[in-house]
């Protein structure tokens, strides 16, 4: 019966949320603009409780290159470009921020976590030039499944597969599988095989 009723409310949660998830994709298709995705992904990361949960869900699944309907997603948390992918059993964070990135099955975002769009996301190369004129170079960072990413962890660079990145991180090189690694930058401290 429970199973039965969260269904219910999920595909309840999921239609209402519908005319924003497909307003954000028209209009990323259509003008290739991601202010309509911007707005409502930042209105669907302040609904409170668990019916906040269900939107924001349903909301990325409709939206996102890949999100699957079991990724959870806490209050705050925000995913900034339209073309991340999420993979099953997913979960993010309170105010976790996720840039363009992939993310496998099975990995947990702490809360306040960064997964940045690569190091190197703003260009800084002319310097007589106005920052904001300057075109940004975004690259996907790989998060691999079964990883864990502690609190406050900034993400830049690759994360190996059944990886640990330890609380306030800074994760600028990639990290190879199964490693537990600390510290700012990160090094590894120990391999966990």
Do not use: W
Not at 161 to 182: F, L, S
């Amino acid at each position: 019966m429970r199973v039965v009723a969260k269904n219910i409310i999920t595909g309840i949660v999921y239609l209402l949320v519908l005319p924003t998830g497909l307003a954000a994709r028209l209009c990323h298709l259509l003008f290739d603009s991601r202010c309509v995705f911007d707005f409502f992904a930042q209105l669907h990361a302040f609904a409170p409780g668990l019916p906040g949960r269900y939107a924001r869900r349903a909301y990325y699944n409709q939206t996102l290159a890949r999100s699957p309907m079991d990724v959870d997603f806490a209050f705050g948390s925000l995913v900034t470009k339209i073309r991340t992918t999420f993979g099953h059993r997913v979960y993010v964070g309170l105010y976790s921020s996720v840039g363009l990135a992939h993310v496998g099955d099975d990995t947990v975002l702490a809360n306040y976590v960064s997964i940045l769009s690569g190091s190197h996301q703003h260009n800084f190369e002319n310097p007589d030039q106005p920052i904001f004129s300057l075109v940004d170079e975004f690259a996907e960072v790989h998060i691999g499944t079964g990883c864990f990413i502690g609190e406050k962890a900034t993400v830049m660079a690759d994360v190996g597969d059944k990886t640990i990145v330890g609380a306030g991180t800074m994760v600028v090189r990639d990290i190879p599988d199964y490693e537990v690694a600390v510290g700012n930058p990160a090094r590894v401290v120990k391999h966990r095989r």
